[in-house]
């Protein structure tokens, strides 16, 4: 069963991987795309960034209530590749005025893909697990997305947009081929549940993921609302760097994504929102203060795409991770990068209303820095919340005491302390034994009872030790089986022992 799951985690993070290019590179603010518009100049360029990142975020709206289940999430996602494929070809024909309704059907349908795909996260990828499938895909999706606009910028829009269509037409054929299990398998459901529809909500009811989901959208689409203003003035202001900025644009955000699984485990990776955020700021004071040379460009993007890529990979895994407590990842999913795509959209009227004014870089510059200032002060108020709800995610792992201490409040009778004091007193091992069932999502119970079950100890002698019932134990081993997929002791200790 282990192998079906990571053979149907490689096949989801391949055909999305393809789409993320396209996606990139295309409809999203891509080159490829606008490389094609500036053939024709009575288009307006505004107008369609509008409309395409409006239809972006109904589809990523919409695609929770459509996707009520995996089997109409695969639906979903098949016809909208193939309405995608056909809104993209229509680009090969010299009619601008049929772009309009393409792309922005296009857009509406590429939400509804990335929706849907959260079914295939959720399923598909263990508990801590989910930075690692955030990474591929993004850096993957990226890498595909600089060879198609070098490819459109640099010698042909019609070469891009047909190499475009044969990565679009890829990532149906194999998302429409590969046979993604549509629902648990007997053999699945014996290690997840004993119940016919196993409930993902239960320890995380919906109400509870209602506060942090809420505080993580706004952080989200604040952040981002300088994304957007990058894309209408950095960008343009450097646009004469054509080749430069075709093929340097996006490589400080793979770099930034490619270090961050390189940063050891023990380091607290919750400081680098605030390390990401503050060269947010540092980058618009130099593009207000520096001139517009290449070596300008190249310090100016190398902050900002770096930062944003520490700031994607963040709410990527956190709703991710957020996927584990919910029957509808699509809603969750879609509902949660929606942000992303809302601040982009705010970003990009802001950036052309601040043109507007005389002394329009005093004025962007004020709207930028305050956003900052403010995202700065509102990051320990969203850590405390997420850390409520997602134990031991890299992110947050700084505060793991922390919540803890609230869990332990929230749910009264689970104690902590053992291993806390197990953590802080452990070998070697035995402390990577316990890191690693908490990036697994283990509860501290669970932890305590995994530990005792590692050693040798029966049920029966876990249940003496505890001082709590045989039964009880029986339901947390089975809990534990659920959050490391797998199906037996025997199955349980050679993952441990082999991770």
């Known amino acids: 069963m282990k192998s079906m799951v990571a053979d149907n985690r490689k096949a989801s993070i391949l055909f999305f991987a393809l789409f993320s290019g396209w996606l990139l590179a295309v409809p999203f603010q891509g080159q490829v795309f606008h490389s ?83 079914y295939y996260f959720q399923r598909f990828t263990p508990p801590g697990k989910k930075m690692q499938t955030a990474v591929a895909i993004i850096i993957a999706g990226n890498l595909i997305m600089i060879l198609l606009n070098t490819i459109a910028v640099n010698l042909s829009s019609i070469a891009g947009i047909l190499l475009s269509l044969g990565i679009l037409a890829a990532s149906a054929f194999f998302c429409a081929t590969h046979k993604f299990p549509e629902e648990f398998s007997p053999e699945e459901h014996s290690s997840v549940s004993d119940q016919p529809n196993y409930n993902y909500q239960e320890k995380n009811p919906p109400m509870k993921l209602l506060r942090p989901m809420a505080l993580l959208y706004l952080f989200v689409g604040f952040i981002t609302i300088n994304s957007g203003t990058m894309y209408q003035l950095v960008i343009p202001a450097f646009a004469h760097h054509t080749l430069l900025s075709s093929i340097y644009w996006a490589v400080p955000y793979i770099g930034s994504l490619y270090l961050m699984l390189r940063i050891p485990e023990r380091f607290n990776k919750s400081y680098l929102m605030y390390i990401a955020v503050t060269m947010i700021g540092i980058a618009y004071i130099l593009y207000f203060v520096l001139d517009r040379s290449a070596l300008s460009y190249i310090l100016i993007d190398s902050l900002l795409l770096s930062a944003f890529g520490v700031c994607d990979l963040f709410w990527w895994t956190i709703l991710g991770e957020m996927l584990t407590y919910t029957n509808n990842p699509a809603r969750i999913f879609g509902m949660g990068l929606s942000a992303n795509v809302m601040g982009i959209l705010i970003g990009v009227a802001m950036g052309n209303a601040s043109l507007s004014f005389e002394d329009h870089r005093v004025n962007s510059l004020t709207m930028t820095l305050s956003i900052v200032f403010v995202t700065l002060i509102f990051l320990p108020i969203l850590y405390n919340k997420l850390a409520m709800v997602i134990k031991n995610q890299a992110f947050l792992v700084g505060l793991s005491r922390q919540w803890s201490e609230k869990e332990g409040a929230a749910y009264p009778g689970l104690d902590a302390t053992p291993v806390a004091s197990a953590i802080s007193g452990a070998a070697d091992e035995n402390r990577r034994t316990i890191e690693f069932l908490q990036r697994c999502g283990l509860t501290d119970r669970e932890i305590e009872i995994a530990l005792l079950l590692l050693s040798g100890e029966t049920y029966k002698m876990i249940a003496q030790g505890l001082c709590i019932s045989e039964n009880t134990v029986k339901t947390h081993i089975k809990n534990i089986y659920s959050k490391l997929r797998v199906g037996s002791k025997t199955e349980f200790v050679k993952m441990v022992k082999g991770r």
């Not at 100049?41 to 995996?70: E, K, S």
């Not at 056909?86 to 990335?114: D, Y």
């Open 36 to 118: 094609r518009m500036t053939e024709f100049r009575d288009i307006m360029p505004d107008l369609f960034n509008y409309l395409i990142l409006l239809g972006h975020f109904v589809g990523l709206v919409g695609a929770g209530f459509i996707a009520r289940t995996i089997h109409i999430a695969r639906k979903m996602i098949l016809v909208s590749l193939f309405a995608c494929l056909a809104a993209t070809f229509t680009l090969v024909f010299p009619f601008p005025t049929l772009w309009h309704l393409a792309i922005s059907a296009a857009s509406v349908f590429a939400g509804l893909v990335i929706g849907g795909w959260g």
